[in-house]
């Protein structure tokens, strides 16, 4: 699919890429006006602040949270919290939100040309909500969208588990890229992941505590809201479709469509799934058939336009999944 998006993508003319991109933009922009009226500037950014005052001040970051709705509770790790009285300020966080999207755009882009922007402009709703509310979604989206490039890149062999390790301190759904290091029987990735886990949580361990006592005794930590979540359908199923989900992205994870299974089972498995979570699919440009080191190198020249139908494929055959 990922070559034909490519020879489309050389055959269409720039006119009918625009036609098209505009047509999926037009369709984005409808679920960005109908997302709207939930989205409030900087309400995931104040709640960050509320938590980084509390833990700061020597208090529980989770706690004096029953009062303000399931929509402005912290319930992510303590790493966040520490870092907002610096990253926090709205110029520099925005500014990190706002490099991190453009990042993940020209990943997509590079990796299919016009046919790349696609999703981007049909998810552009997900995307302005996020990065209004001020929440840290882009930057772990961007995160998931490098893991599988730094890991079979020729940069260091721990940048992926790293940049994996780094999303799952944000937000907890991403350790569940570990299935895609599993599936392809990457036992030192995630050793690595592990050890970079170990080096995040050891200045996190006064508050580790109260995080787990958090998720424990306060119901609202995993509440259900409606929404596209299986869990809000019935717990069962929601079980169900994680495992399922799971071991689809396993099974696949050596294969092109590795990475994808593996967005999608992060997806499935929230507790609290609204549109705005979409945009966790951007974490997944689908690679061309190319090696490792053009694959892996976002910075590095765009790859050469797809040769005669009859050529084969250069470089090793290991590719992204």
Known sequence: MQQALRTLSVRRSPAAWAILIGL??????????????TTVIGQDLATYQRAADRLWSGQ????????????????????????????????????????????????????????????????????????????????????????????????????????????TMLKLHPVIGLVWFAG????????????ACGVLLVPQVPWLDDFVRYYLADSAAVATIPGMSLRAIHPVVWVAGTVVALVVAWRLADGRYGWVAVTVAQLLALPRVLLVNLALLLAAPLPPRRSVRQASDPAGDPPPAPGPATSSSPGPSTTLG
């Open 24 to 37: 999926y933009l037009a369709v984005g922009v409808a679920i960005a006006v109908y997302l709207a009226p």
């Open 60 to 167: 529980d970051p989770y706690a004096g949270q029953s009062d303000l709705g399931q929509d402005y509770q912290y319930r992510y790790p303590p790493l966040l919290a520490m870092v907002i009285p610096v990253l926090g300020i709205p110029p520099i966080w925005y500014g990190l939100l706002a490099a991190a999207t453009v990042a993940t755009l020209w990943l997509w882009y590079r990796t299919a040309g016009p046919a790349g922007l696609l999703v981007p402009a049909l998810l552009v709703g997900p995307q302005a909500q996020q990065l209004l509310n001020g929440n840290s979604q882009a930057l772990v989206v961007y995160l998931l969208a490098v893991t599988p490039l730094l890991a079979l890149g020729r940069g260091p062999s721990w940048g992926g588990p790293a940049a994996l390790a780094l999303a």
């Open 184 to 195: 392809r029987r990457d036992g030192r990735a995630i050793g690595l992941y592990l050890l």
